[in-house]
């Protein structure tokens, strides 16, 4: 019998080894490479049946390959066998090197054990070194590197000379289970590149569908989009603008991306747009057409990024809402204006007062009498208002006259006062000009209405106080408010008027009232008289309309009946 000391014998191993492990490295997949670790076994290292147990992620190891026997290979290919049972195999019976041999004597304890196996009886050795079919010899194979970590373990069965491998068949084995392992590392290597390249590359579809998704919809969106760069000298500026959002404001998208929204905003909306934070954010403001007009959008923003870490873009969905607006603001006009000749109606004049007046009234210099009496007394004029002021009666930060030399006639109010920019508003001496200018409230009530009213009808009356409103609004100045109370009251409201100044305008405007009005064919006059209060601040809203009323019915009782005839 030949033994493998002899050199040819040898020799013939060394070539059978090296072609085996060439097949390993030409393998295409793991499970290929797996059958082959087994093929090359039964091939080339003279053993007629070989068992691959492959580490699962569990630790548990499978039967991934079985070569030499096709009933055994169908019987156990599949199978696992636990962690603890292939460690307790590895540290049993004698240590070849690497390679483990459990010898019939031993073994016969592991015949129950879950490890998936296949054996048969036989006869003792008739000597030494003979091959027992219950004998065990296992190669452990593990990853390269100083880990040693266990990648699997290859079990052979029954070599073809009946005996045990002598140290040339260890060593030959040995080395083949070192490169099955590398070969095994490459084929799982291999297989998650191929795994990760198909996952790439299905995420790389989906991002272009995804892409491709979004660009449809950008750009065939019914209503504006825009996406605008984030941060740096350029925040704000478009980059990309969709058809929608260039037909509403008239403008190509080439030119648009010339602009950010702060070029085109309303200037009183610049705000409102400055407010708008940039994820989330929501705003209704005015935005400018290439015609110079302006039309009503609703601004709802959010944040998108290419990649995780990659720079970030304002998404700006734009909704035109320019007909909500229009309705929304002709309701408001509607409820705070006069039906019938479109002025301003009692709720918005009282709103516009309210505005203009607060509960604090102006502390009022002296008058030359309190001036003279504190000079002899010798303390200062106290003013008509003492708020803020000392025990003593004024501060210790005012003038010889008692007022603050910081120009404040009462503690400067803090941030948040509802008096921070409030202009106090005063009313003129009647008797003496001395320059002060206040808000005036021309109380008017036309003569000689109601007769007009019962003689020709309504209508007649609805169109004389059309007209007498006309006549109102062209006689005052820009800014100035007319407003009808309801009735034949009209109320006028102009700021920045001295005492004769208000005198004049009433009578201004009683001279634009006078004149005949032409109604279906027929000429009808009708008089008014003004009454002229001042808005002054500590005064409420009530207060200032009551004294400016009773002033109008003192001037109409003062004028004689056939002055204020009419008809």
């Known amino acids: 019998m030949e033994t493998e000391s002899e050199p040819y014998v040898r020799l013939a191993t060394l070539r059978q080894l090296h072609q085996v492990v060439t097949d390993l490295n030409t393998a295409r ?16 290292l003279g053993y007629e049946l070989a068992c691959v147990n492959l580490v699962r992620p569990d630790g548990d190891l499978v039967v991934a390959a079985f070569a030499g026997n096709s009933a055994a290979e169908a019987l156990i290919t599949g199978r696992v066998g636990s962690r603890a049972s292939w460690e307790r195999r590895l540290s049993m019976g004698e240590a070849w090197g690497e390679l483990r041999f459990i010898p019939h004597t031993e073994g016969w304890v ?16 008739r000597f030494e070194d003979e091959w027992h079919p219950q004998d065990r010899l296992y190669a452990p194979m593990y990853a390269s590197g100083g880990g040693r970590e266990l990648l699997g373990v290859i079990s052979v069965d029954k070599p073809r000379n009946g005996r045990r491998p002598g140290p040339w068949g260890q060593e030959a084995l040995q080395m083949y289970a070192s490169q099955s392992a590398i070969a095994i590392s490459n084929a799982r290597l291999r297989a998650n590149m191929q795994r990760a390249l198909v996952r790439l590359e299905r995420e790389q579809q989906a991002l272009r569908a995804s892409e491709e998704s979004f660009r449809q919809a950008f750009e065939y969106a019914p209503s504006g989009m825009a996406i605008a760069e984030m941060g740096g000298d350029q925040h704000g500026r478009l980059l990309r603008t969709n058809d929608a959002l260039c037909r509403l404001l008239g403008r190509p998208a080439s030119a648009m991306r010339r602009y950010s929204f702060a070029d085109l905003v309303h200037h009183d909306d610049i705000g409102t747009l400055l407010r708008t934070s940039a994820e989330g954010g929501r705003a209704e403001l005015r935005l400018g057409r290439r015609d110079g007009t302006y039309v009503w959008v609703s601004l709802r923003n959010s944040v998108v990024a290419d990649t995780a870490d990659g720079p970030r873009f304002l998404l700006t969905h734009v909704e035109d809402i320019e007909e909500r607006k229009r309705h929304e603001l002709h309701l408001a006009h509607r409820a705070s204006h006069d039906s019938l000749t479109g002025l301003p ?13 607060c509960e604090r009234p102006q502390a009022s210099r002296p008058n030359a009498v309190e ?15 003492g708020n803020g002021y000392g025990r003593n009666g004024y501060d210790a930060g005012a003038d010889e006259h008692g007022f603050r030399r910081d120009g404040f006639d009462f503690d400067p109010p803090g941030p948040g006062s509802p008096y921070e920019s409030h202009v ?43 007209e007498v409103a006309r006549r109102l609004t062209t006689g005052v100045r820009d800014g100035d408010t007319v407003a009808r109370l309801g009735g034949d009251e009209f109320v006028v409201l102009a700021d920045g008027l001295g005492a004769a100044d208000a005198a004049d305008l009433a009578v201004r405007l009683r001279n634009a009232i006078i004149p005949p009005i032409r109604v279906d064919g027929r000429a009808v006059r009708v008089g008014a008289s003004f009454g002229i209060g001042w808005a002054v601040c500590g005064m409420s809203v009530e207060e200032v309309l009551q004294s400016a009323d009773q002033r109008m019915y003192i001037e109409k009782r003062s004028r004689s009946k056939m002055h204020r005839r009419a008809g």
């Open 29 to 44: 997949s793991l499970a290929d490479t797996l059958q082959t670790v087994a093929n090359g076994i039964v091939a080339g």
């Open 110 to 125: 592991l015949l129950e054990d879950d490890v998936p196996q296949w054996y048969t009886e036989g006869p003792e050795p």
């Open 345 to 357: 109606n009692s709720a918005e004049l009282r709103a516009r007062l309210s505005a203009r007046i």
């Open 371 to 385: 001036t003279l009496d504190a000079a002899f007394s010798g303390r200062p004029a106290q003013p008509a208002y």
């Open 424 to 466: 106090h508003a005063v009313a003129p001496d009647s008797e003496h000009d001395d320059g002060t200018k206040g808000l005036a409230v021309l109380f008017c009530d036309l003569d000689g209405f109601k007769s007009i009213n019962d003689r020709f009808g309504h209508n007649t009356g609805d169109a004389v106080l059309i």
